[in-house]
């Protein structure tokens, strides 16, 4: 097998040759200029044409040499520069003390090498930089104006740290024409930023994307609230351009602004929340190097747990999963992202008593994450035994297992929906608040509950489904025009499970701050937008009922329990929650004989019991209970 050596394109060599005749010549006429120069000016002789002819023969030879020494001929004249600068002036200089040396040595008087020493390189320098210099301005010339053809006209709301690091960035990349900036700061309207001026405040946006034809709006506020983030994308929506984002501070990190970090914006970006503050020296404390076990750990909140764990150098992390798939995926991304990661995946079933014993028999967990569960409400709503062998029974499993293996902290992930549930998967979650609370009582194992609303972008949530449903055509399909919903992202979600795992002491039910309820018929409409299209023209939303067991808005607390401040600004405590402890356990034990037997509907007379909420009126037609702060 030969070897093909890779040469330059013919046609960039006849090109460096032309260009090395070139400054051959140049060269040659600057000493000639030089040379009547220096006779008109300073009266040096002219020398006869044979020592004319000889003293060119000799300057084109050492010139030619100077030249290729220094390595003039390694660019191009289209990004000549200062750095070819730099070697035009030497190339001038060592030529002008060459040429210089051999006259003294040709017996010429000092009177005629005196002026060529100063004459010759000015005048060789002007000769090949001029040259250079218009062949590049003409270049930039023409690229200008097919870039300012094809060039977006851009917009940069915030003039701040980002913005201002953005600019080089959009420049170095090309295509886009800035206009402006835009600020709120009165104290910057009317300055300008590298010579780029800050045209006004951001309501102002409508009005100067249309007077100065604006292609393209960028948002460079990591720093922004949701709020804050709504309102100028509202006022993009309006001017009907497109618009990009940063990333928020929490996702851009340390790094610095890059153009690759520019991204379409996402409902994350209108719905997340302020950055959240933790206390990370405890949140390390509990679990740097500690044993970890996290169930489910394949799905949205059990992953993005297993992610945030890692980070933490844990002294080994398992990850129990039923799905293959979702199990795969978690454990290939974990091993690639975490190399020093001790690791295992178990596929396996909490509901499984072989199964459970043996992981944490193996593995001798310190904490334990309980994430896996069924969550699909409408689905669940006719599967009773299995929401209730899965979510029941596979915790009752697990955290029995957890106190037989004195595990130090064990953690319960609940919804919204165990709140004055009306629905099979609500109720469900609601006896395992209930089942972790009671054998809190009687073991030493810590058992802490964090119950939350929605996650945006979690796996069979709404947002998928809206998203599927605008690449289909549309409608998107919403039950009421008024059904609201508590949203955080997966990010802040699992942050806050970790502080409420070292807040708490045992027996707890933490509650996570969900900020404001967001109406399901606006997400619709906000992703509509974000795809490009206009809700009821390109995409219709259509309103088909409440499903059943589904409410027009979740609750965080239920109308017996209080709530108190904790150690974390968006962690509350539930209190006062506890019911039906007497015959929990027995009632408990029942519903598992009866998930053996696949007796529905004794489990459904069982679940009313222990949920007596199950069988009240509507939620829509309930009375709000007004919040008890203990």
Request: net charge positive; hydrophobic share 45%; proline share 5%.
């Amino acid at each position: 097998m030969s070897l093909r050596v890779l040469k330059r394109p013919p046609r960039y060599q006849n090109v460096r040759t032309l260009v090395v005749l070139h400054d051959l010549l140049v060269a040659g006429l600057a000493w000639l200029l030089a040379r009547w120069c220096a006779q008109v000016f300073f009266a040096a002789p002219w020398p006869q044409p044979l020592g004319l002819a000889t003293e060119g023969a000799l300057l084109m030879g050492i010139q030619g040499f100077v030249y290729w020494r220094i390595g003039l001929y390694r660019g191009l004249w289209r990004f000549a520069s200062l750095p070819d600068l730099g070697n035009l002036v030497r190339a001038s200089l060592l030529g002008a003390v060459a040429i210089g040396a051999v006259l003294l040595i040709m017996e010429h008087g000092v009177e005629v090498v005196a002026p060529m020493l100063w004459l010759y390189p000015l005048i060789l320098l002007s000769s090949l930089g001029l040259p250079r210099l218009a062949f590049r301005t003409f270049k930039d010339m023409r690229t200008e104006v097919r870039w300012r053809r094809t060039s977006q006209r851009t917009l940069i709301v915030g003039a701040g740290r980002s913005g201002r690091l953005l600019l080089p960035e959009l420049r170095r990349r090309g295509g886009f024409e800035l206009v402006g900036f835009l600020d709120d700061s009165r104290r910057l309207k009317g300055t300008e930023i590298d010579g780029v001026p800050v045209l006004d405040n951001i309501q102002k946006l409508p009005r100067i994307t249309r007077e100065a034809a604006i292609d393209l709006v960028v948002i460079a506020i990591p720093s922004a609230t949701n709020n804050q983030m709504q309102r100028v994308v509202a006022l993009c929506e309006e001017s009907g351009v497109e618009f990009k984002t940063l990333p928020t501070l929490k996702e851009l990190g340390a790094s610095i602004t890059r153009f690759e970090d520019l991204k379409p914006v996402a409902i994350d970006d209108l719905l997340g929340r302020d950055p959240v503050s933790l206390d990370w020296d405890a949140i390390r404390a509990g679990l740097t190097g500690k044993r970890v076990l996290v169930t489910g750990g394949g799905g949205s909140i059990g992953a993005e747990l297993c992610r945030q764990i890692a980070r933490l150098d844990p002294a080994g992390l398992v990850v129990l999963d039923s799905s293959e798939y979702n199990l795969y995926r978690i454990d290939y991304n974990l091993r690639f992202e975490f190399h020093d990661l001790v690791m295992d995946s178990v596929l396996g079933d909490v509901c499984d008593p072989a199964t459970v014993e043996t992981v944490l028999a193996r593995h001798r967990p310190e904490v334990i994450f309980h994430a896996a569960a069924y969550k699909h409400l409408p689905m669940l709503q006719n599967q009773v035994r299995e929401a209730f062998r899965n979510n029941v029974v596979g915790t009752m499993r697990m955290a029995e297992a957890a106190a037989r293996h004195a595990v130090r902290t064990f953690v319960l992930i609940s919804t919204d929906k165990a709140v004055n549930p009306c629905n099979v998967m609500g109720a469900t979650k609601r006896i395992a608040e209930l089942y972790c609370q009671h054998i809190n009582t009687r073991v030493q194992t810590r058992f802490i509950t964090v119950r939350f609303g929605n996650v945006l972008n979690s796996t069979g949530s709404v947002v998928p489904l809206f998203n599927e449903q605008i690449r289909n055509g549309g409608p998107i399909t919403v039950t009421h025009p008024e059904i609201s919903r508590y949203f955080m992202t997966i990010a802040e979600a699992g942050q806050l499970i970790l502080q409420a795992a070292v807040l708490g002491e045992g027996g707890e039910i933490f509650v996570l701050d969900m900020g404001q309820p967001v109406r399901i018929s606006y997400l619709a409409e906000q992703l509509i937008r974000l795809a490009g299209k206009e809700p009821g023209r390109d995409i219709d939303i259509v309103y088909t009922g409440l499903r059943p067991g589904e409410k027009l808005f979740e609750e965080l607390f239920h109308a017996d329990e209080s709530y108190a401040n904790t150690g974390h600004e968006k962690i509350f405590l539930a209190r006062n929650g506890m019911a039906n402890v007497d015959e929990l356990e027995s009632l408990v034990q029942a519903a598992e004989r009866a998930v053996q037997r696949y007796d529905s509907e004794e489990l459904r007379r069982i679940l009313s019991r222990l949920v007596p909420e199950m069988g009240g009126m509507p939620p829509n037609q309930r009375k709000v209970v007004p919040l008890k702060q203990a």
